[in-house]
């Protein structure tokens, strides 16, 4: 590791050792350098679920007030490595339940389909000349569900039986919704690819 690596990992140990001694101790003064060091990340995790970056800032700051209201009963290990994972995760699910309440709050209850018929989902390798907005913008083209579902189960970690329970759905629904959204998602993707090879001749 050089210098400037070594610098950066020191840096971000004694920010994450003020943390837990903020935490311990009770310190308020400690609720800026989290909401500065995680404003961004949780943005990221906001972003996946509505459209609208003011929703989404709305989201965050929402999130974080009621993390700052619980996060002095943080369970942890007093492991700094350990700690950077699991307090992340646990402002990450705290944002991801904060967006969902949102979009409950603007939008009427959405209808799940009992079943999709025949559906065959094939890997597709992402490609390198899409770039995260691009992904962004494919997810957005999904059904709202169906995102809300494929966010939940491939990039939060949850399974299907928390999804059922967050989002009020049976299990069997979420499981569709997965399936639908990967086939949707791969179409479009497919699509996109086609389109900038044509557009690249």
């Excluded at 949780?42 to 509505?50: F, N």
């Excluded at 025949?118 to 569900?145: C, T, Y």
């Amino acid at each position: 590791m050089d210098v400037k690596a070594q610098r950066s990992v020191d840096k971000n140990n004694l920010l994450f050792q003020d943390i837990i001694d903020g935490l311990e101790s009770q310190d308020k003064r400690i609720q800026e350098r989290i909401y500065v060091h995680y404003w961004g990340y949780l943005m990221g995790v906001a972003a996946r679920y509505v459209k609208d970056r003011g929703v989404a800032k709305e989201i965050v700051n929402d999130s974080f007030i009621k993390a700052f209201k619980s996060m002095y009963d943080f369970k942890h290990n007093y492991v700094i490595e350990d700690f950077q994972k699991t307090f992340k995760a646990w402002l990450a699910t705290i944002t991801v339940r904060t967006a969902l309440d949102k979009i409950r709050k603007d939008k009427s209850p959405l209808s799940f389909v009992e079943s999709y018929d025949n559906l065959q989902i094939e890997h597709v390798a992402v490609d390198d000349r899409l770039h995260v907005e691009d992904i962004m913008k494919l997810l957005f083209q999904l059904p709202d569900l169906h995102r809300t579902v494929f966010n939940l189960y491939e990039i939060e970690g949850f399974s299907h039986d928390e999804i059922s329970k967050l989002l009020e759905i049976p299990t069997s629904s979420s499981r569709t919704y997965l399936t639908r959204a990967k086939q949707k998602l791969r179409e479009l993707y497919t699509n996109t690819i086609q389109l900038t090879d044509g557009n690249s001749r």
